[in-house]
């Protein structure tokens, strides 16, 4: 569909508003409104356009556990949201300051990009790609063979 332009938002599901809010400021996300809606939401944003709304309807009695990500057998789901980062050696290094712990770090192909986790176990991750790569259309190689000369 050639209408879709970009993802308007991802909703997260939390436990506790003050505690996510804290977090998602943290990392640099401005609080736009909330609770709002039937389900009730708060939606915070970062300047560069990325915007989250914060479900704030997850049990209190709920494990911690992510069960899409921490569970042996994986569930179809979400599974984390990917931030790209102009400078990824300096986000790393804000992070540390602001005490909120790295779980994995990866670079494949120049690529570079780590995982952290959100008070209530959502994982982010802050992608810097390789230079020079476009992230607007990576192709492979069936889309190249499908595509005619």
Do not use: C, Q
């Amino acid at each position: 569909m050639d209408e879709i332009t970009r993802i308007h938002h991802v909703g997260v599901r939390v436990r506790d508003l003050a505690v996510s809010r804290r977090f998602y400021e943290k990392v640099g996300f401005e609080f736009i409104a909330g609770p709002v809606g039937p389900e009730p939401v708060a939606i915070v944003e970062h300047p560069s356009g990325v915007n989250i709304n914060l479900i704030l309807n997850a049990s209190e009695d709920a494990s911690p556990e992510n069960v899409l990500m921490d569970r042996p057998t994986k569930h179809a789901g979400y599974t984390h949201i990917a931030l790209e980062v102009t400078d990824s050696e300096r986000v790393e290094h804000r992070l540390d300051e602001l005490g909120i712990e790295i779980t994995e770090r990866v670079e494949f192909g120049g690529a570079r990009f780590f995982f952290v986790r959100d008070p209530d176990g959502n994982v982010l991750e802050f992608h810097e790609p390789a230079p020079g790569m476009s992230t607007r259309r990576v192709p492979t190689a069936a889309a190249d063979e499908a595509e005619p000369s």
